[in-house]
């Protein structure tokens, strides 16, 4: 994608794909008032900004495509800092794809994905943070991750970096001016607010990091794999996880074949619940098959919940299949049938691993399982404080909390501190997209859909 500023005109369907009671047909470049009249017979007077005109949209030999709303934003005040047009019509494919088609033999090109946002980005309309916030936003999976989508989008989360950005700066200059004018009489820390301005600072990104991280977890969620012995109540975990019958629960070993996947919402947060067939020695073709994908699933999990019988303990068999669960990889130790076992539900440490005890099938103890996803998750219940980060924008915070700790510790060098500051300052713009490579800009943009 092109980081410089465009200066042809885009068109596409900006609503879902499928038939619906209406559909919209976006255009985005310069002087779309031409268009707008030929595409709808109407002279160029009749049609006002921001005002829907009932209006017919038009073939180029004149005959009716569809009827609907035209609106016409002008720039610089539209979304895209250009001007837009929105054509709002029946919903169906061939009404969508002939008024799209129209647009382009009036000289507009297919947008590319995310290419309405890319332009509203590089005219300043939205920062980068914000632009993000526009596709979190459409993918949202709960109502927790919705809102925090919504805060990005507003701006919060760039105005709390830019808060930070600014601070930055009003140090560097401190520390640059007093290198530039040293007084020898004087010790620059104790003349200065250097010291507890950094100390300020560091303490307000410790906060920023923790907000982010929280929508992080609500952005990204959870991977958790159920694994273990046939019969040890694997798929009655899921489905009282996911509260129906998902996957099919009989006294026969081996009946669960493939991966089956469920996503559940704990307190807002995705987790993904993926049941797998019963790890054990088995002669039969497909249950091997199943076997393989198991320890493939296990491999890519966030964690894992080995289950087994309340009643048996640990055997040989679950050691076996505990010392092949690869390492770094948080492991919970279900014990289930707690019911038939006469235990009552509870949690406990063995050798620093967590231990459930519950009953998928009578659903005693869930609360706890619950709990420990929680925690697995890094949930402190800030929901509504959160603000929903990606992957690069923690990278990015914590690089700064990396170079404002580098700064404190060289704060007997002026000289170096204001380099890590320097560079702090650096990773903190790189969120919103004032230090963004352009090859960056082309993977951000290039995942939103057609039409946004």
Request: negative net charge.
């Amino acid at each position: 994608m092109p980081a410089s500023k465009p200066t042809d005109t885009i068109a596409a369907i900006a609503t879902p794909p499928g038939r619906g009671g209406i559909g919209v047909v976006r255009v985005s470049g310069p002087d779309l008032l031409p268009m707008a009249a030929r595409l709808t017979g109407k002279p160029i007077e009749r049609i006002a900004p921001r005002r829907a005109l009932l209006v017919d949209f038009l073939a180029a030999d004149g005959r009716l495509l569809d009827q609907g709303l035209l609106l016409y934003f002008p720039a610089p005040h539209s979304f895209t800092g250009e001007d837009v047009l929105e054509l709002h019509g029946h919903g169906g494919p061939v009404v969508m794809h002939s008024l799209l088609s129209r647009c382009l033999e009036l000289g507009a090109r297919l947008a590319e994905p995310g290419e309405f946002s890319l332009r509203a980005y590089l005219n300043d309309k939205i920062d980068l943070a914000q632009a993000e916030g526009i596709a979190d936003l459409i993918d949202a999976a709960s109502l927790q991750a919705a809102r925090a989508a919504a805060r990005s989008l507003s701006g919060e989360f760039s105005r709390a970096v830019r808060a930070l950005t600014d601070a930055l700066v009003e140090l560097r200059s401190l520390i640059e001016a007093t290198l530039d004018f040293p007084d020898e009489e004087l010790d620059p820390l104790t003349a200065t607010d250097i010291v507890p301005r950094l100390e300020r600072l560091r303490a307000d990104l410790t906060r920023l990091r923790t907000r982010a991280r929280e929508g992080s977890v609500l952005r990204s969620g959870l991977t958790v794999v159920l694994a273990g012995l046939p019969n040890v109540g694997k798929s009655s975990l899921l489905n009282r996880l996911a509260g129906e019958e998902r996957a099919i629960v009989t006294e026969i070993a081996g009946t669960t074949r493939d991966a089956v996947r469920e996503t559940i919402l704990v307190e807002g947060i995705p987790v993904s619940i993926i049941d797998t067939a019963g790890l054990r020695e088995t002669e039969d073709a497909v249950e091997k098959i199943g076997i393989a994908r198991t320890w493939q699933e296990i491999g890519r999990a966030d964690a894992i919940l080995q289950i087994v019988d309340a009643r048996c303990g640990i055997t040989p068999a679950d050691q076996a299949i505990a010392v092949r669960l690869p390492a770094g990889i948080e492991r919970i130790i279900i014990e289930n049938k707690c019911d038939l076992a006469k235990r009552p539900p509870g949690r406990h440490l063995v050798h620093g691993v967590v231990h459930l005890i519950l009953s998928a099938k009578q659903g005693a103890g869930m609360e706890l399982l619950h709990q420990e996803l929680l925690r697995i998750a890094g949930w402190q219940g800030h929901g509504e404080d959160a603000l929903l980060a990606r992957a690069r924008h923690l990278e990015a915070l914590a690089e700064a909390d990396e170079c404002l700790a580098a700064a404190h510790s060289h704060l007997h060098r002026l000289e170096l501190a204001a380099e890590e500051l320097r560079l702090a300052q650096q990773a903190l713009s790189g969120i919103t997209g004032e230090f963004t490579a352009d090859d960056l800009l082309g993977v951000i943009f290039g995942r939103f859909c057609i039409g946004k």
